[in-house]
């Protein structure tokens, strides 16, 4: 049957809706479909109360028509029903009823929050009239329903702006900016200034971040940077590496353990959690200690310095390899300009004719690896929950529990004082230094990431060789110079990680508060 | 002899509201030739059990049915018998279904007869 458009009470087309039929009367049902059917509507049928719950409880339906006088459950029954749930509460009920005998019901109908009524034997212009001005009562309301929904949910974006939040994710206003309407418009310009906030603060906060995490690693880099000379200057004074390393991890323990003490930062430590500190004590307060200490009385301190670098190197490759940090080409090319610098700094200083000292270059890069073990361990292991203090106090106590007794049994104890010389001086600056420079890392790592961490090695470098003039007179070709200014466009090539957390930004709308 | 039976101006509406096509009134007259019988069973069996509920709710569905076909003498007839289950006061519910029988056949063989055209 071809059917017509379905058309409004001014005569106007109108969108096609879905109905519900609800009588017993299998004739009724019938005619009552035939007759929604004829005005270009959609209809199901429900032949007592309990399947026209059901219908409506798993269909959307645009009105109903519903019978009263059912056996079992009644019209009023559906009624009082569809107000108890949300999903029902909007759909316009048109109840049909024999109106000479019925006024009564109609009425209680209506009560019950039936949208109108129809008596039952209409002629078609009415049911056209009754169920045309329901619908387009329905279309209203759910319009309004939708658009009050949208402002509700631009009010939240602007209570999560308020908040500090400017993330164009957080607002969540991307399906309401595309609708093609005012309020869509506004919302567009709502998240588009939000989002170039966003950036700008984003941008600002990366650049700080930048500049913070360049300070720490030129302290880092001095710092560390001294222990290349002053071991050497030991070294001199007649010290031996495993003695020196137990007076220096000592007071670098005392030092920080005390501090961790007179904050109550003390932890409680897991065993698994205590097994990261001997693992870490085993990489930097024995293996590193004891190869600084053993490397510094062959090689130059400014030599030693240079070949710290390939700590960059090697940190970044380790990191992009497991995922830990994002590998870009810009980052990756920082690390080679580092890495040219220093191959031309060991390329000055390698002698084909002295097997010994090119032997004690290659074992000094045991160095730059143990701290790139170092860098990846802290960044990808730490507990934490554990103070900076407690952390770097517990490693050194566990590594000088771990090396006394092997210097006890070597012969290697060194007794100092108590009469205060240069030894003891430098012993005790040492061990000021080893704790600091371990604090600074510590620190670094924690918040910049181990690969912009590692590119401390050049400010190591650095302050190596400057340090190594200072206080050895030990003097750098030309050369390695340009090596040095190579290894510092590499340094600036290489970004700190990018944090993974939200910007907030603080900032207040309310003038009064 | 039909018109006497069968208010013309009803059916006329009632094509009217299912939209003008015969063979849906057909459809409909088909039903009621089932549905007709079986509520007049139904009557008959509450009325013999003195069950006026039942009997006034199928007096109701054969009245509306009745009106929708202007069957208006059985429509009338069935009203009546509705309103007095209502009041609960029913004189003789089986000679009152009896002459609703009467009426039911007559409208049938009307409506059998009638056409529209």
């Not at chain 1, 302050?463 to 110079?481: D, I, Q």
């Not at chain 2, 049915?65 to 509705?82: K, M, P, Q, V, Y």
Request: proline share 3%.
């Amino acid at each position: 049957m071809n059917k017509p458009a379905a058309l409004d009470m001014t005569g106007q087309q109108v969108t096609s809706a879905h109905i519900l039929v609800v009588d017993d009367n299998g004739i009724n049902r019938k005619k009552m479909r035939m007759a929604v059917e004829n005005l270009g509507h959609t209809a199901d049928v429900a032949k007592n109360g309990l399947e026209a719950l059901n219908a409506l409880k798993s269909q959307s339906f645009d009105a109903v028509l519903l019978d009263i006088l059912m056996p079992e459950m009644d019209g009023f029954d559906v009624l009082s029903e569809m107000k108890q749930h949300e999903r029902m509460r909007d759909v316009p009920v048109i109840v049909i009823s024999a109106l000479d005998d019925e006024t009564e019901s109609v009425v209680k109908a209506i009560e019950l929050g039936a949208e109108d009524f129809l008596p039952k034997s209409f002629d078609p212009v009415l049911l056209r009239a009754r169920l045309g001005a329901s619908l387009s009562k329905k279309r209203f309301r759910d319009q309004e329903r939708e658009y009050f929904g949208r402002i509700e949910r631009l009010t939240e974006a602007a209570e999560v702006l308020e908040g500090g939040r400017f993330n164009p994710e957080s607002l969540d206003l991307d399906d309401l900016a595309n609708k093609d309407d005012p309020l869509g418009r506004l919302a567009a310009v709502f998240r588009g200034m939000a989002a170039e906030i966003y950036e700008r603060e984003l941008k600002l906060k990366k650049m700080i971040l930048t500049l913070q995490g360049s300070f720490l690693v030129l302290a880092v880099g001095l710092v560390w940077g001294l222990t290349p000379a002053l071991s050497r200057m030991a070294s001199g004074l007649g010290s031996n590496p495993l003695g020196l390393a137990i007076w220096v991890n000592a007071l670098a323990a005392i030092f920080c353990l005390g501090i961790a003490a007179y904050r109550r930062k003390l932890p409680r430590l897991k065993r698994s959690e205590f097994m990261f500190y001997v693992y870490w004590a085993i990489i930097a307060g024995i293996l590193q200690r004891m190869t600084t200490f053993v490397v510094t009385e062959h090689v130059e301190a400014a030599m030693l310095s240079l070949i710290v670098t390939l700590q960059g190197f090697m940190v970044f490759a380790f990191a992009a390899v497991t995922g830990m940090e994002r590998a870009s080409p810009r980052r990756l090319l920082g690390l080679f300009v580092g890495l040219a610098g220093v191959s031309l700094v060991l390329f000055t200083r390698f002698d084909l004719s002295d097997g010994a000292q090119n032997a004690w270059l290659l074992f000094a890069m045991a160095l730059p690896l143990l701290f790139a073990v170092e860098a990846l361990v802290l960044a990808g292991k730490r507990p934490e929950h554990v103070d900076i203090f407690a952390s770097v106090g517990l490693m050194m106590a566990l590594s000088t529990a771990m090396l006394a007794p092997w210097a006890y049994f070597s012969g290697d104890l060194m007794t100092l004082g108590p009469s205060i010389g240069r030894l003891e001086i430098l012993v005790l600056l040492m061990g000021i230094v080893g704790a600091s420079s371990l604090l600074l890392a510590f620190h670094l790592i924690a918040t910049a990431g181990a690969v912009f961490y590692s590119q401390s090695a050049y400010a190591m470098t650095i302050a190596g060789v400057v340090w190594g003039m200072l206080l050895l007179n030990e003097e750098l070709s030309p050369l390695a110079w340009i090596a040095f200014a190579i290894i510092i466009i590499g340094m600036y090539l290489v970004e700190p990680k990018s944090s993974d957390e939200e910007l907030v930004i603080k900032r207040n709308f309310n003038s009064e508060s | 002899m039909s018109d006497d039976v069968i208010d013309i101006e009803a059916l006329r509406r009632l094509l009217e509201v299912i939209g003008g096509d015969p063979e849906d009134l057909e459809e409909l007259l088909e039903e009621f030739e089932e549905v007709g019988p079986s509520t007049l069973k139904t009557m008959q069996d509450s009325a013999s059990a003195d069950d006026l509920d039942t009997l006034r709710i199928s007096s109701h569905g054969l009245k509306s049915n009745a009106r929708d076909f202007g069957a208006t003498a059985l429509a009338t007839a069935c009203e009546d018998l509705e309103h007095a289950c209502k009041a609960g006061e029913v004189e003789d519910p089986v000679a009152q279904v009896q002459a609703i029988s009467v009426e039911l056949d007559r409208a049938r063989a009307a409506l059998k007869a009638v056409s529209l055209s």
